[in-house]
């Protein structure tokens, strides 16, 4: 309730924070692995997948940045109680930079914009959210 929004994450040597003076923001650093791809359709769309797939190059690499993003995106809303499939929908992925700028719809209580950006470090994938 003070005057900054931050979050924060960690991953096994790594760790990461963002903090804001005016807007939400959440984080998430997650490490690279093909296990991933066991639990995508628990927190994924069929419409997600495919998206994340067309756009991202790796299928480990795709479903990190998507379980990333809505991890981020989670810490965002800070407020709990949330389904990664059914309250969070990205609907569209972009190539910027060395990054991919994601929307994400947060459709819980609110039908709120979110802007997601996320990309690889050493075998990581660093992903932030904030506010539309």
């Given at each position: 309730?003070?005057?900054?929004?931050?979050?924060?994450?960690?991953?096994?040597?790594?760790?990461?924070?963002i903090?804001?003076?005016?807007?939400?923001?959440?984080?998430?650093i997650?490490q690279?692995?093909?296990?991933i791809?066991?639990l995508?359709?628990?927190?994924?769309?069929?419409?997600?997948?495919?998206?994340?797939?067309?756009?991202?190059?790796?299928?480990?690499?795709?479903y990190?940045?998507?379980?990333?993003?809505?991890?981020?995106?989670?810490?965002?809303?800070?407020?709990?109680?949330?389904?990664?499939?059914?309250?969070m929908?990205?609907?569209?992925?972009?190539n910027?930079?060395?990054?991919?700028?994601a929307?994400?719809?947060?459709?819980?209580?609110?039908?709120?914009?979110?802007?997601?950006?996320?990309?690889?470090?050493?075998?990581?994938?660093?992903?932030?959210?904030?506010?539309?």
């Amino acid at each position: 309730n003070g005057d900054l929004h931050f979050s924060l994450s960690h991953c096994g040597y790594y760790a990461a924070a963002i903090v804001s003076s005016s807007q939400k923001v959440g984080i998430d650093i997650e490490q690279i692995q093909t296990r991933i791809l066991k639990l995508r359709q628990k927190f994924l769309s069929p419409e997600e997948e495919l998206l994340l797939t067309q756009n991202i190059h790796g299928e480990a690499e795709a479903y990190t940045f998507g379980w990333a993003l809505k991890e981020a995106t989670y810490k965002w809303n800070g407020e709990g109680l949330v389904d990664f499939k059914q309250h969070m929908l990205i609907e569209s992925i972009q190539n910027q930079e060395n990054r991919w700028v994601a929307t994400c719809r947060f459709l819980k209580n609110k039908n709120e914009k979110i802007i997601v950006s996320g990309f690889p470090v050493d075998g990581h994938m660093l992903a932030y959210a904030m506010s539309h």
